[in-house]
């Protein structure tokens, strides 16, 4: 689950004529961390009749992630990774295995230092953690936000992981010891429509009208959406366009409410339409160097009278109690599938 953080890389797509380069929106592909110590076998829960989940179980569990996904991450065993991870944390888990296979180099081993965790009452179906990623080889220590969640087979997996800005950290690591919410009910539905129209809107240089409901975000209105807004104008120097559309969004089952507000995920799935522009070339082409194309794992060119890339975004939030003024603390982005019509 490495090589989960980047900035939109220039991606290369021509409509009908050679390629050009441009850069585009992906943002914050992020990197997880592993535990070291000796192998534990914490992924299924304690048997009937031991103590609540809690604090202690939650590390145990993070550890056991960390050994087994740090391995399969370095090796770049895709089937490895399907036993510790779930969507949409494994789709930017393949994407990276793709990326890495593609530049000839092995992503590093990592480790999970000083967690913190957010951990619902009883036996819980998922919980929170916040950590410092340690990467073997590198000087950065970026912290993250994750959940796992509890599968039908007993087994936890993680879910959701976003690494957080640096003003960020003193939020994210706010979660310490406090009782998580389960169910996706942090936050009411009315909330949460609201806050994943705005949240989309703003992801391509727009808003709902109601800009009050997300504060200014570097993240948000800066890197994603001027990336978004480059990647069209530069399709548009070659004869083409694009239309982002948002498919669904969905609320982590697990949120946490904090001193400022609640602390949750949202992942949105969108669909990019490319087109010629009207008089433009009768087709459009992504080059091999796409980034979107290395992360769905196709090695040449595609072109068509239109493309469609499906792609997975995630954000992790904090929703003031007023709902008004939420802050997007971290994000990530990658490409699912890219079909040409």
Known sequence: MLGRRSVRSPRTLAAGMPAMPFAAATVALLVLTGCGGEPVDAATPAPHGSAAFGRDRAALVLTAFDQADAAASVAGDVEA????EVPPSLDLSIAA???AA???????????????????PGEPACFLATATL???????????????VLGADGQWK?????????????????????????GGTALDETSRRALAAEVFARSVGSTTGNRSLVVSSPLLDGQFAGGWEVYGQQLAGVGGAVQRTMDRAEWSDCGVKVPTGTLTF?????TDTLRPAPGGPSTVRLEPQSPDLIA????KAISGKSIRVTR?????????????????LGLNDTALTVTAG
Do not use: C, K
């Open 81 to 84: 990774l399907r036993a510790q």
């Open 102 to 120: 593609y530049n000839q180099r092995a992503q590093p081993s990592f480790q999970h230092i000083n967690p913190v965790f957010a951990v619902p």
């Open 266 to 270: 949202l992942t949105i799935h969108a």
């Open 296 to 299: 769905t794992g196709h090695l």
């Open 97 to 99: 295995v793709r990326r």
């Open 158 to 182: 993680l879910s959701h992981n976003v690494q957080v800005t640096q003003p960020s950290l003193v939020v994210a690591r706010s979660i310490d010891g406090l009782p998580a919410t389960a």
């Open 312 to 328: 997975v975004e995630t954000f992790v939030l904090l929703v003031p109690a007023q709902t008004v003024g939420a802050s997007v």
């Open 134 to 148: 340690r990467l073997t080889g590198s000087e950065l220590a970026p912290t993250d936000v994750s959940q796992f």
